[in-house]
């Protein structure tokens, strides 16, 4: 880890002290103190007024017992989490996981993560994020509602379409925001479509939001090759997950000419040398909800299943994590660049640690941060809310433009950002200086918030 200089280190050190054990949280934290060096000897009034301190302690935290039913009458209790951290530019907004790894320091570190990236969109959104340690995995479609019906029963009180807008994260898609709104809706007797984002097509839902992460961060990789005067021509592209980012990171690189030859599932990963076929992996994972080796049979033996996590492994151009947080370390990292990986772009939070982020910075790899290259889902639910406000709803063509728009902007911010503080090139200081000097200013315009 780079050093901190002695007014970050300290700031750093009250992090740990207030927040302990909550691992993940801390290195979200470290991670974007340490851009923040040029930015506090450009600007000292940051510091004085312990904008930085402040920002790292969420506006809100609320935990809440989560009662429901499973199939066979069993009562079953999980925790529920909402961190509201930072309402400078709008209101709350952020994603719900419900994964068992979930507690409160996860919830922080993407809460945290969340500031910085709805900043980057030029978007009217804070951050916040929640979620629970229920496991959807074999759940039953009305053990799924029950769930969801029951954390709705007690987050209700504290979201509104001005206050804290939810929307989806791993475990909660299209179908959980169904049942949470539904939820919303018989409890305050309000159609408030503004409340959640990720809602269908028919009810409020906005065209592309579903595919939005996935394609957002493939506009991100377009824009740092088109930068390079390249193109997704032939590229080879090995993708992590094969949950939404994945799936619609694929169609979107196929669309541009470029060839996905492996994803993953917590069960191993799949190389299909002729490229994924994306209609099969759609049925797999999307109707079915079951595992790669399904995706297997469907190909006949044209492609193989590998056990284990060793996804790095497969040669390729461009590597797209995207499955969960600290999937891509640094032994991962140095096969990549050994192989000849020239750009890593995170789709999902956090995915590459510490280490593999030193690596490839040192291997000049270009590296998109997750702030950065996976802002397109949250900036497409701000297009959602701008929808809903005004009772409108835009053409698929005419909102992928507006997504295509939003990531060439934040790819131009990164850039001239960096270059300004004196990193050019380096997307990573790019994205925590530009992200965090727009809310900085907000909080200081706002009084002591
Ligand atoms: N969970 C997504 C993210 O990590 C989307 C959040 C949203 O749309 O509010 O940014």
Redesign the pocket.
């Known amino acids: 880890m780079t050093a901190l200089d002695q007014t970050l280190h300290d700031i750093y050190d009250e992090v740990l002290h207030r927040n302990p054990g909550e691992t993940e949280f801390h290195q979200a934290v470290y991670e974007v103190l340490s851009s923040l060096e040029p930015v506090i000897a450009k600007h000292p009034q940051y510091a004085d007024a312990a904008v930085i301190h402040r920002m790292c302690e969420p506006e809100r935290q609320i935990i809440f017992r989560v009662p429901w039913h499973d199939d066979s009458g069993t009562v079953q209790i999980n925790r529920g989490f909402r961190v509201e951290f930072n309402s400078a530019l709008g209101p709350y ?3 719900l ?1 419900f994964h068992p790894s979930v507690y409160l320091g996860i919830i922080k570190f ?1 809460g945290f ?2 500031i910085f ?2 900043s980057l969109t030029g978007l009217p ?1 804070g951050g916040g ?1 929640g979620g629970s340690d229920f496991d959807p995995k074999g759940r039953s479609d009305n053990e799924i509602m029950r769930f969801c019906q029951s954390f709705m029963t007690e987050l209700y009180r504290h979201i509104g379409e001005y206050t804290d ?5 791993i475990g909660v898609g299209g179908r959980e925001i169904g049942y949470l709104f539904g939820q919303y809706k018989r409890i305050t007797n309000r159609y408030e479509s503004g409340v959640l ?2 809602k269908g097509l028919t009810w409020g839902g906005s065209q592309v ?1 579903t595919e939005a ?1 996935g394609y957002g961060a493939v506009f991100f990789i377009d824009e740092i090759l088109k930068a390079a005067n390249d193109t997704f021509d032939g590229k080879r592209v090995v993708v992590s997950g094969s949950g939404n980012v994945a799936i619609y990171a694929i169609e979107k690189i196929h669309q541009l000419g470029g060839i996905v030859v492996a994803c993953s599932d917590s069960s191993g990963y799949v190389v299909d040398e002729k490229g994924i076929d994306l209609e099969l992996l759609k049925e797999v994972k999307q109707d079915r909800r079951e595992r790669l080796d399904a995706y297997i049979e469907g190909r006949g033996g044209a492609a193989e299943l590998v056990n284990g996590r060793l996804t790095w492994d497969v040669p390729c151009d461009i590597a797209v994590p995207s499955a969960t947080q600290n999937e891509l370390d640094g032994d991962d990292a140095a096969r990549l660049i050994k192989n000849g990986c020239k750009i890593v772009a995170e789709g999902a ?1 956090m995915p590459c640690t510490p280490e593999a982020v030193k690596l490839f910075t040192e291997a000049q790899v270009k590296f998109a941060p ?1 702030k950065a290259a ?2 397109g ?2 900036a ?2 701000a297009l959602e809310m701008q929808q809903n406000a005004s009772r409108d709803s835009w053409t698929f063509g005419y909102t992928e433009q507006r997504l295509a728009a939003i990531m060439n902007g934040i790819h131009d911010r990164c850039l001239s950002t960096a270059d300004e503080y004196g990193a050019p090139g380096n997307y990573v200081v790019g994205a925590n200086i530009a992200g965090f000097i727009q809310v900085a200013d907000a909080m200081l315009a706002q009084g002591l918030i």
């Open positions: 907004k952020g994603g996981r993407l993560e969340q990236k709805n959104i994020k807008v939810p929307a989806g994260d984002t990720g939001r992460t939070n997750g996976n802002a889902g949250v497409t639910s």
